[in-house]
Each structure stands twice: as C-alpha cells, then as structure tokens.
C-alpha cells in the first residue's frame, strides 16, 4: 500500500468520524417516531393552573386542627355517608399508597365527611383496617366555604390529589383507576423535590 492510499484511508476515515454523528442524528430527528419515547397522559384529571386549598379548619374525629400541608395527601371528599363504595375506595388507595415502598412516607391519605358528627364514628370503624387514615371534618361554614371552592366537579364524591404546599393539582372521579393513580403520584413523587 503506497502512502497516498494511506493518506486517502485516513482522510475517509476522519470524514466518517466526523459525519456519522449528523447523519445518525438527522435520521433518529427525522425519521420514524417509533423509537421515541412516548408522552405520558395523567389518569386523574389536571388542574391548571393549580388551586391553593381555602382557608378552613379542618378538624380530626378527636377534634384536633389538622394540617394537610408537608406531605402529598390523597383527600376523599364525601358528600354523603362512608359506604361500601366509599371504603372500597380508601381501601384502594391504601393498597396504592403501599406500592409505593419508601416513597409512601411522603403521602398521606385523609377523608373528609360530610357532616362533622359522622367523623368519630368513622374513625372508630375504620382504625383497624386504615391506621394512618386522617379522618377529617369541617364545621358548617367551612364546608360551605370549601364547597364553592371545589366548584362543580364532575364528580360526586372526588378524591383530591394536594400537593405539600397546599395547592390542588388533580382529581379523580367515582371510578378510581388503581394503576392509573399509582402511575400518576409516583411519577410526581419522582420529580418532585417537596414534601
């Protein structure tokens, strides 16, 4: 091999270094789409731009003030009685709340009643099957307060996703969709540095 096809096999080689790179790029850029990645789609509904929750206090079946602040909170809001439908409901987002292994700490999952003397008795009922569950009440103004805030939901009985620093970023509707919600709160918990 004679040093002018060495010098030829070098300079190929150089241009093929050197355009490869744009080459690869521009057909991945504006070939098929098949290979890229696909954009995700909430199962709940998004609110945007998020709400901050009113002003009201809300108070645990003891009687305590509660805060939902600190930590992302899965609120149940009941509009009427806690049923069958409605524990099958927290009895969901329990298990939801359990597939996300060391992430759960920072999600906490409350029920707000629809009238304050339903909440002792409730927490009583459901202490053993739900620990951690904040049962939660509102006195008449407050609720009332609450309600306009809410506005008309589509829903009867929503379940609320509320973030650390109080703002309302989500809902999901009578059918809760489990694998959905999972999907949703841990991809928030991932890119989320709060609570």
């Not at 292994?101 to 008795?121: D, F, I, K, T, Y």
């Not at 569950?133 to 008449?140: D, H, I, M």
């Not at 805030?149 to 589509?154: D, I």
Request: proline share 7%; aromatic share 8%; glycine share 6%.
């Amino acid at each position: 091999m004679t040093q002018r096809n060495l010098n030829r096999i070098k300079f190929v080689a150089m241009a093929v270094l050197f355009f490869a790179p744009m080459v690869l790029a521009a057909v991945l850029y504006y070939g098929p789409d098949s290979w890229k990645p696909h954009s995700y789609t909430a199962e709940g509904t998004l609110l945007n731009p998020a709400r901050p929750l009113p002003q009201v206090d809300f108070r645990l079946a003891d009687g305590e003030s509660a805060s939902l602040d600190t930590l992302w909170t899965i609120l149940h809001v009941q509009n009427e009685s806690c049923q069958d439908d409605c524990q099958y409901r927290l009895w969901q987002t329990r298990q939801m709340r359990t597939l996300l292994h060391r992430r759960r700490g920072r999600v906490q999952r409350a029920v707000l009643v629809s009238q304050p003397a339903e909440a002792p008795e409730l927490a009583a009922a459901l202490a053993e099957g739900h620990p951690r569950l904040k049962v939660l009440a509102l006195n008449a103004a407050d609720r009332a307060v609450f309600n306009d805030w809410l506005g008309s939901l589509p829903v009867e009985n929503p379940v609320l996703l509320i973030d650390p620093l109080g703002n309302f970023l989500m809902y999901y509707g009578d059918e809760l969709p489990l694998e959905g919600m999972h999907k949703d709160i841990k991809r928030l918990l991932k890119l989320s540095n709060i609570g």
